[in-house]
Each structure stands twice: as structure tokens, then as C-alpha cells.
């Protein structure tokens, strides 16, 4: 079974304040995404990493692989309260029965106060 | 471009009824997948189907619960009996082939087991 760990579990900080969320597993994964989730609905894919050691920039966002593709990181800079949800990684399988599976993180919640 | 459909949004039921939740993935899509959203054990893949055939129910937690894809734009996830611990939001996901690991989800489905 393939377990991620994400931390923190919860996060409060202030408008403008930087922040990183971390995503660890023992198990490599193909991929790795990160989704946003607001109260009442669903995840929303914001990125995709596949290659060890990638970094992906969305506008504040910055999101890493790791070398050996078992964890990630997300780096928000100058947060703001429009960045307040739930953000949840989820590694795919690399073969076998995990194929096409993704196995998300417990999700860190983070809120922004302006 | 409609997103995926679920239904009810809201569902409240007495112990011991039967529950159908009903799922309408993206056109083209050809991979369905049902979550269950707690606190306590966050996002948990239940089944997926890949072109209409179940690949992978291991995270199906009992017999009571069932999930069938009479075609490639409807399925449902069925709950009989229902029990109070089945109290979760029930999330739909579709994606595009099997070589993109990205997928969408609906808006979810509120059940409340009294």
C-alpha cells in the first residue's frame, strides 16, 4: 500500500506571509499532482510534476518532485486570502495494481487572514 | 464544456434505507472513479472503471456497497443498508485515457446517515 504524508496538517498565517507544504512517501510515484478543494466542492487539479527534480511555477505558486520522485513540495509566496483551502497531494502508481491509481495525502488546511 | 455531474448534492437518510448516488463523467472520458471524503481518513479511492469495466474495487469497504457503469456517460454507487459511519461526501472523478493521470471530479454528494 502506498501511503503520502502530508504537513503540516494545518496552517494559519497572514496575508503576505510565504509558506511550504510538504508531500512525503518510501514509495516512488510516476507522478504527483496537487489539487485545491473549497468547502462544498471538489478537487481542482493546479499542477502535474512527472520527472524527478522538476519545479513548476503557477503565478505564486511553486511546486517541486523530488529527485527520487517520492516527495513534493509547495511553496506559496506573499499568500492571500483568495489562496485559503484545503491543498491535497496525490501520487499515481507506478505500475503493477497501483497503476492509474492515486493515492492523496491526509490534505493540509490553510487559511489566510487578511 | 460541463464538468461532472453527480446527484443528489444532499442526501439525508435513515439507517437501514438503500442510497443510489448517481455520477455523469466528461464526455470522451473513459476512467471513472468513486472517493469517500471523512475527516478522520480524508480522500479514500473506493473503485474506478476503466471503459466501463471495474479495474480496481479494493477500497469498496463492504458488501454493502456496490458501483456499477451500464455506460461510458452513467454510473452509480449504491449503499445497501445504509449505516451511520457511511456519513461522508461521496466524490465522482473522471479522466481522459489512461496515460494522463489527471483527473476531474464533481461537486460531490453530502450523505447523512441519521
Known amino acids: 500500500t502506498q501511503l503520502l504524508e502530508q504537513s503540516p496538517q494545518f496552517l494559519s498565517i497572514q496575508e503576505g506571509e510565504n509558506l511550504t507544504v510538504y508531500c512525503n512517501s518510501s514509495s516512488v510515484f510516476s507522478s504527483l499532482q496537487w489539487y485545491r478543494q473549497e468547502p462544498g466542492e471538489g478537487p481542482v487539479l493546479l499542477v502535474t510534476?512527472?520527472?524527478?527534480?522538476e519545479v513548476k511555477k503557477l503565478k505564486r505558486l511553486t511546486f517541486q518532485f523530488g529527485d527520487a520522485r517520492k516527495d513534493s513540495s509547495l511553496h506559496i509566496t506573499a499568500a492571500q486570502p483568495g489562496d485559503t483551502g484545503l491543498y491535497l497531494c496525490?501520487?499515481?502508481?507506478?505500475?503493477?495494481?497501483?497503476?492509474?491509481?492515486?493515492?492523496f495525502g491526509q490534505g493540509t488546511i490553510l487559511t489566510v487572514h487578511p | 464544456d460541463a464538468g461532472v455531474i453527480q446527484s443528489p448534492r444532499h442526501e439525508v437518510t435513515e439507517m437501514g434505507q438503500e442510497v443510489t448516488l448517481r455520477c455523469k463523467p466528461i464526455s470522451g472520458h473513459n476512467s471513472l472513479f468513486w472517493y469517500r471524503q471523512t475527516m478522520m481518513r480524508g480522500l479514500e479511492l473506493l473503485i474506478y472503471f476503466n471503459n466501463n469495466v471495474p479495474i480496481d474495487d479494493s477500497g469498496m469497504p463492504e458488501d454493502r456497497f456496490s458501483a456499477k457503469m451500464p455506460n461510458a456517460s452513467f454510473s452509480t454507487l449504491k449503499i445497501q443498508p445504509s449505516e451511520p459511519r457511511d456519513s461522508a461526501v461521496y466524490f465522482c472523478a473522471s479522466r481522459l485515457g489512461q496515460i494522463s493521470y489527471e483527473q476531474y471530479f464533481g461537486p460531490g454528494t453530502r450523505l447523512t446517515v441519521t
Open positions: 496525490a501520487g499515481a502508481g507506478a505500475g503493477g495494481t497501483s497503476y492509474g491509481k492515486l493515492t
Open positions: 510534476v512527472v520527472t524527478g527534480g
